[in-house]
């Protein structure tokens, strides 16, 4: 139901934008957002957006530099990624669920807490020189 597009590698200080389009039934999720793993670390939360009123959370790591947004017509979430630092690098995941968007972002182990959850399949965001 979930499928994430956009990754792939690009220099510090670069710019990406992530697309995460969305088919079938979500109306029971609340909220749509991106999470990311990186390698030997727990699965963060990064920006989650409101389906009701498009209100947003983002994670002190990267407010500022990413911006959520949502194109309904096209049943797309985008991630703009601004000023990419090494440590941004990870594997993005685009989710749903049934939780206010802060709450959903700030859930440690979403995946498991919540089985009900949708994930998409997951997109490579690699940041180097």
């Known amino acids: 139901q979930l499928t994430e597009s956009g990754g792939g590698l690009v220099q510090p200080g670069g710019s990406l934008r992530l697309s995460c389009t969305t088919s079938g039934d979500t109306s029971e999720h609340y909220a749509i957002g991106w999470f990311r793993q990186a390698p030997g670390k727990d699965n963060e939360g990064v920006s989650c957006?409101?389906?009701?009123?498009?209100?947003?959370y983002y994670a002190d790591s990267v407010k500022g530099r990413f911006t959520i947004s949502r194109d309904n017509a096209k049943n797309t979430v985008y991630l703009q990624m601004n000023s990419l630092k090494p440590e941004d690098t990870a594997v993005y995941y685009c989710a749903t669920a049934a939780w206010a968007a802060e709450d959903m972002c700030r859930m440690r182990s979403l995946r498991t807490f919540d089985p009900s959850s949708s994930w998409g399949q997951g997109t490579q965001v690699t940041v180097s020189s």
């Open positions: 957006i409101n389906n009701s009123d498009d209100s947003t």
